[in-house]
């Protein structure tokens, strides 16, 4: 009987409860076909239920307030808020459906940030093949989250467009902050998440075995790489907000 790490459907769960097992099996044979078509097909299922589930009045208010920061306050006109959500509505029916293809592009982008850093500043030769296999799996925890989340989106008629955007679980420090924390500190809080802690993590076990690096450097590249991607996105909500 082949070893949970042997096989692409084993490694969805080897990765998670047996990590250097896996990660060591995948430095032999990379493999990631598996793991991103669930990944795809489980991240897409969420989306489309928690996009049909915002609730209408908050994704008004949002708009509301957006236009408002725009325009100024007592600017707006119930007619232009309608217009906004209308639009809104009609973007987010074409685009929600997009999101395998911007989910693999991501992963494509991510392996190829990794390869770059650790082939120039570490002096590793993993194979790009390798390294989208490492940050495939090494995202899993991603979609833990996911599944978690199906049950809590289905037993509820609506959701708010913060939930929508992540807080669904609670588990980020983000979806404690009060009202009136502002987009950049917010934007930090929800990056200080136990799913995202854990694919840090996976991802620098991952590595340090399939790029063959010491921890201390796989811990480095994987920690810089995570605080410049939270630094991007504190400093687009601290601009756009």
Same mark, same amino acid.
């Given at each position: 009987?082949?070893? $949970?790490?042997?096989s692409g &459907?084993?490694?969805l769960? %080897?990765?998670?409860?047996? #990590?250097?097992k896996t990660?060591?099996?995948i ?12 990944i795809?097909?489980i *991240?897409?299922?969420? %989306?489309v239920?928690a996009?049909?589930r ?6 008004r208010k ?6 408002e ?5 007592g600017q ?5 808020v309608?217009q906004?959500v ?7 029916s074409?685009?929600?459906w997009l999101? #395998? ?10 392996a190829a940030? !990794?390869?770059?850093? !650790?082939? +120039?500043?570490a002096g590793s030769e993993i194979?790009?093949?390798? *390294? ?6 090494g +995202? ?5 989250a996911?599944l978690l989340a199906l049950p809590?989106? $289905?037993?509820? #008629?609506h959701i708010?467009?913060?939930?929508a955007q992540?807080?669904?679980?609670? *588990?980020?420090?983000g979806a +404690?902050?009060?009202e009136s @924390?502002? #987009? /950049?500190?917010r934007?930090?809080l929800t990056s $200080?998440?136990? +799913?995202s ?10 590595? =340090?075995?399939? &790029? =063959?690096v010491? @921890? /201390? ?8 790489l995570w605080a410049v991607y ?12």
């Amino acid at each position: 009987m082949p070893a $949970l790490e042997d096989s692409g &459907a084993g490694r969805l769960i %080897g990765v998670l409860v047996s #990590p250097v097992k896996t990660f060591r099996s995948i430095a032999e044979r990379p493999t990631w076909g598996v793991a991103l078509a669930v990944i795809l097909v489980i *991240s897409t299922v969420v %989306g489309v239920l928690a996009n049909q589930r915002i609730d209408p009045d908050d994704m008004r208010k949002m708009v509301q307030q957006q236009m408002e920061k725009r325009q100024g306050a007592g600017q707006v006109t119930p007619e232009q808020v309608d217009q906004g959500v209308e639009m809104g509505r009609k973007i987010s029916s074409v685009t929600i459906w997009l999101i #395998p293809v911007f989910v693999a592009v991501i992963y494509l982008i991510i392996a190829a940030l !990794f390869l770059a850093a !650790f082939r +120039f500043f570490a002096g590793s030769e993993i194979p790009f093949k390798t *390294s989208l296999a490492t940050a495939v799996h090494g +995202f899993l925890p991603g979609l833990v989250a996911a599944l978690l989340a199906l049950p809590l989106l $289905l037993s509820r #008629p609506h959701i708010t467009v913060k939930q929508a955007q992540g807080n669904l679980l609670a *588990s980020n420090l983000g979806a +404690f902050a009060p009202e009136s @924390t502002g #987009p /950049a500190l917010r934007t930090l809080l929800t990056s $200080l998440d136990f +799913f995202s802690l854990w694919t840090l993590c996976l991802l620098i076990i991952g590595y =340090r075995l399939t &790029a =063959r690096v010491s @921890t /201390a450097v796989a811990a480095t590249t994987v920690l810089v790489l995570w605080a410049v991607y939270v630094a991007a996105r504190v400093g687009m909500a601290a601009l756009f907000g």
